[in-house]
């Protein structure tokens, strides 16, 4: 029976490819497959939705983490960062970067990049 790491492999292989429809399909079917998706999970998904330059779905994850009781890290915050400069939506990447800090994480080098990178 699959469990959360050969799931979170599976996510992880699609962000690699910049697969992230498939990556959002596999972490809907985790909870069809009664497996608790983790932070990683998450991560993996958010960092397949920026290669695929889709912000929206990013910061949709981003949000259903907290609502799944999946604490979201710098990387999650990053990846999403991230994404939404790729979509050159310098606005949400600047509130992102901002919701870090309510958050409590501590942006690191990719965070503080990408949110320059935005301006």
């Known amino acids: 029976k699959p469990d959360t790491i050969s799931f979170n ?3 992880s292989a699609c962000e690699k490819c910049a697969n992230w429809q498939t990556a959002l399909d596999l972490l809907v079917y985790m909870d069809r497959a009664v497996v608790e998706p983790d932070t990683i999970s998450y991560n993996a998904a958010i ?3 920026e290669k ?5 779905t990013a910061i949709a994850l981003l ?17 999403a960062i991230s994404a939404c400069e790729k979509g050159a939506d310098w606005r949400q990447t ?6 870090m800090g309510r958050e409590d994480l501590e942006p690191n080098y990719i965070s ?3 949110a320059i990178s935005a301006c």
């Open 52 to 56: 695929g330059a889709d912000w929206q």
């Open 9 to 11: 492999a599976a996510i």
């Open 63 to 79: 949000t259903a983490m907290g609502r799944d009781t999946v604490k979201p890290n710098t990387i999650s915050y990053s990846a």
């Open 112 to 114: 503080y990049n990408v």
């Open 94 to 99: 600047l509130a992102l970067f901002t919701a």
């Open 47 to 49: 960092s397949a939705c």
